[in-house]
């Protein structure tokens, strides 16, 4: 079975800090891809980032960047400079990369708030 | 590119009643659509997932005959929720892959459903 543990449930910061999002997953398949995805109050995700499990190299897009180590099974991700426009719930996903097995496990998300 | 549309936004309904909402993809074609609910500050839970010219698979305690998907065409699946009672409220929210691909689902803006 897949899982995936968001253990941070809500994290408050001033803006201009630096804040990581843990994301912790579980799985069997030797093939899979992570994603995160914003989701703003107005409600709509937003698609930020997919890895494929054969790629471990960090991405870095702006003041975004991800931190993929699959000897823990992790892919956190760091908000440099954050700005009260970064508050959000922040989810990550996990889903098998076979075709007949891509449902996307949501972890139970972050509340991320960026206080002036 | 890839962005999907949800019709209505937000709907009120009296119990008993049945509710429609249309997802699009309005720049891609998608083969396979996802319907997800979430409840107040909780994670996006997966209803079903609708292939184009084929019936729709339904997870584990989910009604089928409460939550009708149709799958008609390559850019817009249906939700009809039937005979709607006030624990059918809830943020409704599709998502659609692009035809050919195994990876990432774009998601809609999501539709708010109340039920009086």
């Known amino acids: 079975a897949q899982k995936v543990t968001q253990a941070q449930t809500e994290i408050s910061v001033v803006e201009k800090e630096d804040v990581t999002l843990d994301c912790v997953y579980e799985?069997?398949?030797?093939?899979?891809?992570l994603f995160w995805y914003k989701q703003p109050p107005s409600g709509e995700l937003v698609f930020l980032i997919r890895?494929?499990?054969?790629?471990?190299q960090n991405e870095i897009s702006g003041r975004y960047s991800w931190n993929f180590q699959k000897s823990t099974s992790s892919f956190n991700f760091t908000i440099t400079a954050s700005q009260v426009v970064d508050s959000a719930v922040y989810f990550c996903?996990?889903?098998?990369?076979?075709?007949?097995?891509?449902?996307?496990?949501f972890g139970q998300g972050t509340r991320l708030t960026i206080n002036p | 590119g890839a962005v999907v549309s949800q019709h209505p936004s937000w709907v009120i309904c009296k119990s008993g009643t049945s509710v429609k909402i249309e997802c699009r993809s309005l720049?891609?074609?998608?083969?396979?659509m996802f319907w997800y609910r979430q409840f107040p500050k909780q994670s996006l839970m997966l209803m079903a997932t609708?292939?184009?010219?084929?019936?729709?698979?339904?997870e584990q305690g989910v009604e089928k005959d409460k939550f009708l998907i149709n799958h008609a065409s390559l850019t817009l699946s249906t939700l009809t929720v039937t005979s709607a009672h006030p624990e059918d409220s809830s943020f409704y929210i599709c998502?659609?892959?692009?035809?050919?691909?195994?990876?990432?689902?774009?998601f809609g803006p999501g539709t708010r459903l109340t039920v009086l």
């Open positions: 998502s659609a892959k692009i035809a050919g691909s195994t990876d990432t689902q774009y």
């Open positions: 799985t069997r398949d030797t093939t899979y891809y």
């Open positions: 890895r494929n499990s054969f790629d471990e």
């Open positions: 996903a996990l889903s098998g990369a076979i075709q007949g097995a891509q449902k996307l496990v």
């Open positions: 720049d891609f074609q998608a083969t396979t």
């Open positions: 609708s292939n184009e010219g084929s019936k729709a698979t339904y």
